[in-house]
Structures are given as structure tokens and as C-alpha cells.
């Protein structure tokens, strides 16, 4: 058995108007206003509320299960590219103080701090 789409989710962004304005027509909730980026604002959820079989919604738990491993996997790859990024202007910056260049030290101690807040 196959994991059920959410009905309106793709609707959502939907270069055809009918279509887009329909997926809109069914948010529910206080002020819903689905945007052309596929969500609610507002309040609003946008998907019916939904029944799963008891296989429906395993098959739904393990896609979510994947798409999370992926995402932490992902996650990983970024923080590591980042910390070698890290080390490689630290590298620099220990070179440019050698050489007494005060401008780009500043500035890789700048990107090195943009970068390390960013990771945080």
C-alpha cells in the first residue's frame, strides 16, 4: 500500500490558477491565506483533516522516519563543511598575522565569527 498525499499540498503550488485557488478555498481555521509558498498564514491549516488505515499510517511514519534520517545526514554534511571552512580561515588568518596583513585579518576574523554564530 502506498503513503497517501496530503490533497492540496501540491495544489498549492500550482502555476494554474484554478487549481491554486481551490487548494486556497480549502484552508480552514481563523484568516486562512495560503501563499503562493504552499503554506498557511495566518492560522489557517490547509489540509482536511484526514483518517489514516492503520497501514496508511505506518507507511506515512516510516517516510517521515527516512525523510528525517536524510535531513539529519544532511545536517551533518553541512556542519562539517562549515567547521573545515572554519579551520581552513583560521589557517589563513594565522598566515595574514604573519605577514602583518591587518586588513585581512580583520576581515577572515569577521567571516570566522559570521560563520561560528551562524553554526550555533
Not at 490558477?17 to 498564514?41: E, F, I, L, Q
Not at 589563513?92 to 596583513?101: C, I, M, R, T, Y
Request: aromatic share 4%; net charge negative; proline share 2%.
Amino acid at each position: 500500500m502506498k503513503a497517501i498525499k496530503v490533497p492540496c499540498e501540491h495544489d498549492l503550488l500550482s502555476k494554474n490558477d484554478d487549481t491554486w485557488a481551490n487548494a486556497v478555498m480549502r484552508c480552514k481555521g481563523g484568516s486562512p491565506y495560503c501563499g503562493a509558498d504552499g503554506y498557511c498564514h495566518a492560522g489557517g491549516t490547509c489540509f482536511a483533516d484526514q483518517e489514516l488505515t492503520r497501514e496508511q499510517a505506518i507507511l506515512e511514519v516510516d517516510r517521515l522516519a527516512q525523510e528525517l534520517h536524510n535531513s539529519k545526514i544532511e545536517n551533518d554534511k553541512l556542519r562539517i563543511a562549515a567547521s573545515q571552512l572554519v579551520n581552513q580561515l583560521e589557517l589563513a588568518k594565522e598566515q595574514n598575522l604573519k605577514s602583518g596583513n591587518d586588513q585581512r585579518v580583520f576581515a577572515l576574523k569577521f567571516c570566522i565569527h559570521e560563520i561560528k554564530k551562524a553554526m550555533e
